[in-house]
Every structure is written in structure tokens, then in C-alpha cells.
């Protein structure tokens, strides 16, 4: 079975530019969420979808940005304008069942913004 | 405040060595307690979840453990290998829809 898909697998990009970050959750699960990783704050949870819903969006840093979940097998993480503190590793991850269920990610993208 | 703390941050050992990982939170009353591995730029990948009323779960050379009392649980592995060599990642999840991630225990094991 294919697990979770991310593209792009990196992203360069210059500041005020739009970066947008695509998600495939893994067939079948009803919860996806985006996290993102870097080594001063370690993971961070930005949003969580249950049944492509927007449940919890309070780690979503700013108005900048924005995600989407406009059906069961996608989802998009939008930044705009993008600034260099954007630079970090973008995980999508899904699951069966919320965070109760076993949590599967992808394998990131790689943002940095120069 | 819920916090997840690992410990040590980084050990090395000799291959063939039975080693311990540890991972502590501060409440209790937990829902469920997950161990990632996760290889430089790399996704996490999933190793074992400990439902909160289960004391441990198995997969091959690993065992996790869980003692919610103590707010503790340990990752064993067996017969270590180089390949096993990766960060190694404990997540628990309280509840409201957030896992709480430690920042993780980077092993290396030697050849």
C-alpha cells in the first residue's frame, strides 16, 4: 500500500513568494494533519482535519497561513507571503482514527525561503 | 503544562548491545503512547502504540513499555544493529487533539 504522499519533496523559494505544499493521505484514513519540524521547536502541530473538517487550527502560526482539505485524498498547505522563518520541514501525517489511531507520516517537504 | 521528555539525547553503542530508551510525561491520564523512528531526511516512521490500557507491545527485536503511574515508558532493543542507528521519537497523546512530541534520542550504533 502507498503511505502518506508529499510534494514537493523541496521547495526554494524567495520571500513574499506563495509556496503551496500537497498532501495524499493514505486510503481510508479519516484524519490528516500537518505538522512542521525544525531543530530550534522540534514537531509542531499547525491543523488537524477529522473527515476533511478543520477541527483544531490553533497551531497555525499566522493569517499567512492556510490549509485545505477539499476531499477525502487531498490536502494543501498554503503559505503567502512566504518569509525565511518559513524555512522548515513540512510532515503531513494520517490516521484511522483522530489521534487515537496509529499516526503515519509522509516523507516532508523541505522548505527554505531565502 | 503536558510536556514529553527523553532521555538521554544522544547515546552510542557497540552493535550487539541490548539498549534502553526512555521517554517521560507529566500526566497521567494519557490516552495513548507512540514511539517513531525517524532517519535523517526522513518521515517518522510508526513502531509501536501503546493504547493506555496496555502495559507493553512487541515488534520484533523492540518492546515498549508503558507505566502510566510513573508517567513513564521505556523502547527496549535487542541485539542492536547499524541500522538501527536513527533519531527515535516517543509521542503521547493527552487528548484535545494534539500528540505531544519529546524531542528525541538520537542513537548510533557502532560496527
Known amino acids: 500500500d502507498a503511505g502518506v504522499i508529499q510534494s514537493p519533496r523541496h521547495e526554494v523559494t524567495e520571500m513574499g513568494q506563495e509556496v503551496t505544499l500537497r498532501c495524499k493521505p493514505i486510503?481510508?484514513?479519516?484524519?490528516l494533519f500537518w505538522y512542521r519540524q525544525t531543530m530550534m521547536r522540534g514537531l509542531e502541530l499547525l491543523i488537524y482535519?477529522?473527515?476533511?473538517?478543520?477541527?483544531?487550527d490553533s497551531g497555525m502560526p499566522e493569517d499567512r497561513f492556510s490549509a485545505k482539505m477539499p476531499n477525502a485524498s487531498f490536502s494543501t498547505l498554503k503559505i503567502q507571503p512566504s518569509e525565511p522563518r518559513d524555512s522548515a520541514v513540512y510532515f503531513c501525517?494520517?490516521?484511522?482514527?483522530?489521534?487515537?489511531?496509529?499516526?503515519?507520516f509522509g516523507e516532508g517537504s523541505r522548505l527554505t525561503v531565502l | 503544562k503536558q510536556e514529553v521528555t527523553q532521555i538521554p539525547a544522544a547515546l552510542s553503542v557497540p552493535e550487539g548491545e541490548n539498549l534502553v530508551l526512555n521517554c517521560s510525561f507529566t500526566?497521567?491520564?494519557?490516552?495513548?503512547l507512540q514511539w517513531f523512528r525517524q532517519d535523517p531526511g526522513k518521515g517518522l516512521t510508526s513502531l509501536l502504540l501503546i493504547q493506555s490500557s496496555q502495559r507493553e507491545q512487541t515488534s520484533g527485536r523492540l518492546n515498549a513499555s508503558l507505566d502510566k503511574s510513573s508517567g513513564r515508558s521505556t523502547l527496549y532493543i535487542a541485539a542492536s544493529q547499524p541500522g538501527d542507528s536513527a533519531t527515535y521519537l516517543c509521542?503521547?497523546?493527552?487528548?484535545?487533539?494534539?500528540?505531544?512530541f519529546g524531542a528525541g534520542t538520537i542513537l548510533r550504533v557502532k560496527s
Open positions: 509521542a503521547v497523546y493527552f487528548g484535545g487533539n494534539k500528540l505531544v
Open positions: 501525517a494520517s490516521s484511522f482514527s483522530g489521534t487515537t489511531g496509529e499516526l503515519f
Open positions: 500526566d497521567s491520564a494519557i490516552y495513548n
Open positions: 482535519f477529522n473527515n476533511n473538517v478543520p477541527i483544531d
Open positions: 486510503s481510508g484514513h479519516n484524519s
